[in-house]
């Protein structure tokens, strides 16, 4: 069963910093894009960055560029968000989720083409 589940959040500063996690199971991480996606209250669903499986290439919303940095650890078969310089603004649940395919195709992509999502997890930047 591919599951995928999501930890790191909380509560920052502005200013501050977080790393969220996507691990996966029931499934070898490996050969999949991973997308991160966040939603806040009252907005729609809304695309973070991107990472690829086949050859590691990142995107990244333009409202994240230079402040959240996405990895892999095939190793341990998760994903990160590296989070600094949080705004209110990037206030939100953010999710992981995959389409099954290697690449991030024409970033950003719409949430419903993705297939697999993970439960969410709550970043809520406020002082």
């Known amino acids: 069963q591919v599951q995928l589940v999501e930890s790191g959040g909380g509560l920052v500063q502005p200013g501050g910093s977080l790393r969220l996690s996507c691990a996966a199971s029931?499934?070898?991480?490996?050969?999949?894009?991973i997308g991160w996606f966040r939603q806040a209250p009252g907005k729609e669903r809304e695309g973070v960055s991107c990472i690829s499986s086949s050859d590691g290439s990142t995107y990244y919303a333009d409202s994240v560029k230079g402040r959240f940095t996405i990895s892999r650890d095939n190793a341990k078969n998760t994903v990160y968000l590296q989070m600094n310089s949080l705004k209110p603004e990037d206030t939100a649940v953010y999710y992981c989720?995959?389409?099954?395919?290697?690449?991030?195709?024409?970033?950003?992509?719409?949430?419903?083409?993705?297939?697999?999502w993970g439960q969410g997890t709550q970043v809520t930047v406020s002082s």
């Open positions: 989720a995959t389409d099954g395919a290697p690449g991030c195709g024409s970033y950003p992509r719409p949430p419903y083409e993705y297939d697999y």
């Open positions: 029931g499934f070898t991480l490996d050969y999949y894009a």
